[in-house]
């Protein structure tokens, strides 16, 4: 039994675009993170700070996208979305999961919020520098980890197409749109995508913000 815990339009959504790659059944369990009065204190059981993503599989807990992505792919390795241990492939492929939890992500939410920082001041370093490196590995190479989509590219992806396309915070960069082109066909995605517009037009909050567009 492989249960996932997700909020639709939120940092799971990789996650669930993963699930949809590897086709493996899965139960899925909404957590509204955008209720009034906060998600509800019971789930703190299965994720400490209440957030999304987790999964429950066979009874054990696994939390954060890139510890979810990499036991995911491993796990089901018919997908074929993770070099194995040996492949010199599996370096950087766990470097670019680990990064766009431990920088990517971080630098982003400093700069949508304005703060003003040194480099060395937080361990995920400053926001160009993070611009600079996932461009040039985007330009080096058709996807994260190399010129073979894995299961890297469901977190890099997801996470460039939010920030890019809807929080307007990353650059459009000729390599990042190349890169998003690159990845909008695959089958999973798109199925990922329609699923994750249903959950969210079912959402209150996205009722009322799409309400209030109108």
């Not at 939120?10 to 669930?16: E, F, N, Q």
Request: charged share 25%; hydrophobic share 40%.
């Amino acid at each position: 039994m492989l249960k996932f815990y997700h909020a639709p339009w939120s940092r799971s959504s990789g996650i669930l675009w993963l699930l949809e790659e590897i086709g493996a059944p899965y139960e899925m369990e909404i957590v509204d993170i955008r209720r009034q009065g906060g998600v509800d204190e019971a789930y703190r059981a299965i994720q400490p700070s209440k957030k999304v993503p987790a999964i429950v599989h066979d009874g054990v807990t696994i939390t954060e996208r890139a510890a979810i992505t990499a036991y995911l792919a491993d796990r089901f390795p018919d997908a074929g979305l993770a070099p194995a241990i040996g492949d010199p492939r599996r370096g950087p492929y766990l470097t670019m999961l680990v990064y766009c939890d431990s920088v990517f992500d971080p630098a982003l939410a400093a700069r949508a919020h304005g703060l003003t920082y040194e480099s060395n001041d937080y361990s995920f370093g400053l926001f160009d520098d993070m611009v600079r490196y996932v461009e040039r590995q985007l330009t080096e190479h058709d996807y994260a980890a190399g010129n073979s989509f894995t299961a890297a590219d469901t977190q890099l992806a997801s996470a460039i197409g939010y920030t890019m396309n809807h929080m307007e915070v990353l650059p459009e960069k000729p390599a990042f749109v190349d890169y998003m082109a690159r990845v909008a066909d695959r089958p999973a995605n798109k199925r990922a995508a329609a699923k994750d517009y249903e959950l969210a037009m079912a959402t209150p909050f996205f009722q009322t913000q799409m309400a209030s567009s109108r």
